[in-house]
């Protein structure tokens, strides 16, 4: 194809100019931590659970404390609330059995094809519902790692996203997951911090939310006895 | 007052005076000499021997911003050698100062004896309210009373470069009767940025309009600054507009306060 | 660059006169640019702990440019072993046709496309539809101005130069079956309704990209919108396309500068989403891209990265705080530069990437009063660029001590004899005390003699008129009365 050729070129181009200038290749260890650290710094005596609930609902999220057993509950009281058509949710995902038990079949609806053969309805539907990586305490974001069972846009189509998150698993920071995690070595295709619903002040600097993404962002937060 | 850099050291150490150098600057020289006059007489009201070089002419800083640095380093050598004692050398202006602190030294560099010079001069340059606040002892306890809204503009090279803002704010507040008052945008530029203003005739003229209306917003009874290329623009268009305000150094409000209170 | 762009250039000062002269358009940018002032003050409120941070970002910058070749090789490496095509344009025409090549093999006529100003650089929208391929913005802001035919103003807010009124006239005029309303969420539900058939049926989604991992071969995007989330995981085929100074080393990095970013940019401590994209659509994946390009642009960054005191410009995270924070473009707005990128920024980079003859009003149009290097979240010296410009365009390769292989596109074009000759006069007065003695000496008698008329400066102020007694001429007095 004619494009790489030229993009060779332009490669090569590129870089005998880059490799022409004086340089200094610095290798200095940068304490990225330590800059950190005041932006980071917690209010005495609040917990990084009170911590992450505090910065989501700034946020505009909304956060349902409850527990791994009343979780399905609490739920089911939320579609109640918010009646949406649909439902959708990955097929295989942890969460998924639980859902088959709790949800009603018709309101339910798998993401269980590519998405080219979901488009029409998954971009009718109202709602999906998502487990979570885990949440990041200073900034009351969620992380997450879209998966086979669990595809990216289930967290972004439907108006309302739903997320499950387990208080065990929240993190200080961005930087501390990215240690926890070890993405470093190893990253999945797509990784994601989620804070509030999607937004926009584009026009006359006047806060919307909805923009493309969900308008709506409910976080069941399970108390797993883990509180830090 | 020596008008050259005639007394030395050692007779100064004599008397247990301070010395310093006194870089004018050309707008004060030329436009606005009053001002120069002024900080002279408080740094000597506060017991500091002031030394006038005769030969000083401009920091170069309107060359150097302009984009003829080499222009401007002709004109910083011809200066380099009119510091020799190890004395401060005072600049009331946050703008030409920060000439002599920040870019002299970048003029020389590939120039090793002329190098150490400006970095001598760079190592003594501190701006007047600097020094007076923090070297100089001027007791302010016994000027006029008389109660006076006073705005300050701090230009940028005095607030950013130079670190100022401070300074100036401080001795107002130790002004007896001097209140100092707040205006919009109090840390914009006033437009006037040298060559910019001529540029740019109109963006100038704006920001420095924006300016003054902030600044009258206020209802000031009077406007100082420690730089007279602001006051020079902020003052030209006051007479444009018929208006009869006019911003002063602030050496010169410091020195009326002072007669004030011995008339008191 | 078109030859509509070089025109519009030659006429900042023309177009500055006109936003100075539109109450309505300086109403909107001060009103603006205060809002987003406060609100990054409002997330600094440590100027220690800021410059603490600074001090990394800038850090994370210089060393990814100091081993920038090292660190592209990295990133194409592990961008390829992932499965994406990195091509490569040293020009806006090289990346256009990468473009159209790809869109004809996926025989697409239509393509989404996130916020990115790399895409507006390269002019992409107009090169596409000229060759009948429908490139779509879909950021909201970006979005009503392309419905207009119109061009961002600011970076990171590109229709703040419009009212909510603007809006709803051009929705009503544009998008079939949106009524006539005012209403901010009601405008906003009709572009995301608009936009949303225009996701579903795109074959090529398009994104810039805010930082790329070396080490990772991580693509980075920063939004709120989710736009760009949709461009990157609904389309069969991801471009994204960015400028080669981007590259970061390590995973890590992307904290700090990700911390600085937001809060410099619109004052929010953290954008709903961080978008972390490493290849494309793997095995069992059900979305997300099944093919992924990342074109990487020089337009005339080697130039900026060749002379080491021009390097500086690439440590740019193009957050918008210098913009936010300057005296005049928060007067003349954004579209008055005529350029891709407006602002302290935009006349520092602009240079480079067309010449410094067309560009030659951008770097005198700064009071040099610091504010931009301020703020700078990764400290950029954007008046000491600004006045390194101003020299190189009065200086040609002879004139200067620049070697030649090093020579900027345009350098000494901006010079003009008159003002070169009245500097060798200013010099020659000012480096001799005494000639510079008679001159004040003269310009105090004389004083009567000043002008009337002096150029611009008279357009708003009084003449400049020397004292009738220079300072020296005080002195002396005083000297004379105290013997």
Redesign the interface.
């Known amino acids: 194809m004619s494009a790489s050729a030229e993009s060779l070129r332009a490669r090569s181009a590129i870089f005998e100019r880059l490799r022409a200038a004086t340089r200094d290749p610095q290798n200095t260890p940068l304490d990225v931590s330590a800059a950190l650290l005041p932006l980071l710094a917690d209010p005495v005596g609040e917990t990084r659970t009170e911590r992450f609930i505090r910065h989501a609902r700034s946020w505009r999220a909304e956060v349902i404390e409850t527990t791994q057993a009343d979780w399905p509950e609490a739920l089911q009281a939320l579609l109640r609330a918010r009646a949406p058509r649909q439902l959708f949710a990955g097929p295989g995902s942890e969460i998924a059995a639980t859902l088959a038990a709790c949800v009603p079949p018709q309101q339910l609806r798998w993401f269980d094809r590519e998405i080219a053969a979901l488009k029409p309805e998954l971009f009718a539907a109202d709602a999906g519902i998502t487990t979570t990586l885990g949440g990041l305490a200073a900034s009351g974001s969620l992380l997450v790692m879209p998966t086979i069972a669990e595809p990216r846009t289930l967290s972004l189509v439907p108006p309302l996203h739903i997320a499950l998150l387990h208080e065990s698993q929240l993190q200080d920071s961005l930087l501390s997951a990215m240690w926890h995690y070890g993405w470093a070595s190893a990253m999945p295709s797509n990784l994601l911090t989620i804070t509030g619903p999607s937004k926009t002040a584009d026009i006359q600097r006047m806060l919307v939310y909805g923009a493309h993404g969900p308008r709506e962002l409910v976080i069941l937060l399970v108390q797993d006895g883990v509180r830090s | ?1 020596s ?1 050259t850099p005639a007394s030395t050291p050692a007779s100064a150490a004599r008397d247990g005076k301070r010395n310093v150098y006194f870089f ?1 600057t ?1 707008v ?7 001002a ?2 002024d900080a ?1 007489d408080v740094l000597e009201r506060s017991g500091v021997q002031v030394h ?1 070089p ?5 920091c ?1 800083q ?8 080499e ?1 401007a380093a ?2 910083a ?2 200066q380099l050698d009119l510091f020799p004692e190890p004395w401060p050398i005072v600049v009331p202006s946050g703008s030409c100062g920060g000439m002599l602190k920040h870019h002299w030294p970048k003029l020389f560099a ?1 120039d090793p004896v002329k190098l150490a010079k400006a970095e001598a001069i760079s190592a003594r340059t501190i701006e007047f309210t600097d020094y007076l606040l923090n070297v100089a002892d001027l007791k302010l306890d016994s000027a006029s009373r008389r109660p006076l809204r006073v705005a300050l503009h701090t230009a ?2 005095a ?3 130079m670190g100022t803002l401070e300074c100036g704010r401080e001795l107002l507040s130790r002004l007896p009767g001097v209140e100092l008052v707040e205006h919009a945008h109090e ?3 006033c ?19 924006d300016k003054l209306d902030a600044i009258r917003a206020t209802d000031c009874d009077a406007m100082v600054s420690a730089d007279c290329g602001c006051l ?2 902020l003052n ?2 006051l ?2 507009r018929r208006d009869l305000m006019r911003g002063q150094h602030i050496a010169s409000l410091i020195r009326e306060r002072l007669d004030g209170g011995e008339a008191q | 660059m078109s030859g509509a762009m070089a025109i519009k250039l030659a006429d900042f000062q023309a177009n500055a006169r006109a936003a100075l002269k539109d109450p309505k358009l300086r109403d909107s940018f001060t009103g603006a640019m205060d809002f987003l002032i406060d609100r990054r003050a409002s997330q600094f409120p440590d100027l220690e702990a800021f410059e603490r941070l600074r001090k990394v970002g800038e850090a994370v910058r210089q060393q990814a440019l100091s081993k920038l070749p090292e660190l592209l090789e990295q990133l194409e490496n592990k961008l390829t072993s992932l499965g994406v095509q990195v091509h490569w344009a040293e020009t806006a025409a090289d990346a256009n046709r990468i473009f159209l090549d790809l869109a004809r093999r996926h025989d697409a006529s239509l393509m989404v496309k996130g916020k990115s100003m790399v895409s507006e650089e390269i002019e992409l929208n107009h090169e596409m539809a000229a060759q009948g391929i429908e490139c779509v913005e879909t950021d909201m802001g970006e979005y009503i101005l392309q419905l207009d035919g119109d061009r961002p103003s600011h970076i990171i807010m590109p229709a703040i130069h419009k009212t909510k009124q603007d809006v709803a006239e051009i929705f009503h005029e544009h998008i079939k079956g949106a009524p006539l309303t005012d209403d901010v969420n009601e405008l906003i539900a009709i572009g995301r309704r608009a936009l949303r058939d225009k996701f579903s049926a795109a074959r090529i989604g398009v994104s810039g990209v805010n930082f790329m991992v070396a080490e990772t071969g991580s693509l980075v995007l920063v939004e709120n919108e989710g736009n760009g989330r949709l461009c990157t995981s609904v389309p069969d085929v991801h471009i994204a396309i960015t400028g080669i100074e981007k590259v970061i080393e390590k995973l890590e990095h992307v904290a700090p500068l990700f911390a600085l970013l937001t809060r410099s940019a619109t004052g929010q401590a953290i954008t709903t989403y961080l978008n972390v994209i490493t290849g494309p659509r793997r095995a069992g994946e059900k979305d997300g891209p099944r093919e992924m390009h990342l074109i990487l642009l020089d337009n005339g960054r080697t130039q900026a990265y060749r002379e080491e005191r021009f390097r500086a410009t690439l440590q740019c995270i193009r957050c918008g705080a210098c913009m936010n924070h300057c005296p005049v473009y928060t007067r003349v707005g954004g579209l008055s530069y005529g350029t891709t990128y407006p602002g302290p920024i935009g006349a520092i980079i602009s240079p480079h990437l067309q010449n410094l003859k067309e560009t030659r009003h951008l770097p005198t149009a700064s009071s040099l009063c610091g504010a931009c290097g301020e703020v700078c979240p990764v400290g950029i010296p954007i008046p000491d660029m600004l006045m390194r410009l101003r020299e190189a365009g009065r200086h040609s390769v002879a004139q200067s001590a620049t070697p030649p292989q090093q020579a900027l596109r345009g350098q000494g074009e901006v010079r003009q004899l008159a003002e070169a000759l009245a500097w060798k006069a200013w010099r020659l007065l000012y480096s001799h005390p005494a000639l510079y003695r008679l001159l004040v000496w003269f310009a105090a008698r004389l004083n009567w003699l000043t002008p009337p008329w002096q150029g611009g400066w008279t357009q708003a102020r009084a003449p400049l008129k020397p004292a009738s007694k220079s300072l020296r001429d005080l002195l002396a007095e005083r000297q004379r009365k105290q013997n």
């Open positions: 007052m008008p004018a050309c004060i020289d030329m436009f606005a000499p009053e120069g006059f002279i006038f005769v030969r000083q002419t401009c170069g309107p060359a150097y911003t302009t984009g003829f640095p222009e002709k004109v050598a011809a590939n940028c090279s607030r950013r470069e840390s914009e530029c437009g006037f940025g040298g060559t910019f203003s001529v540029k740019h005739p109109e963006i100038s003229a704006a920001m420095t309009s020079l623009s030209l268009m007479k444009k």
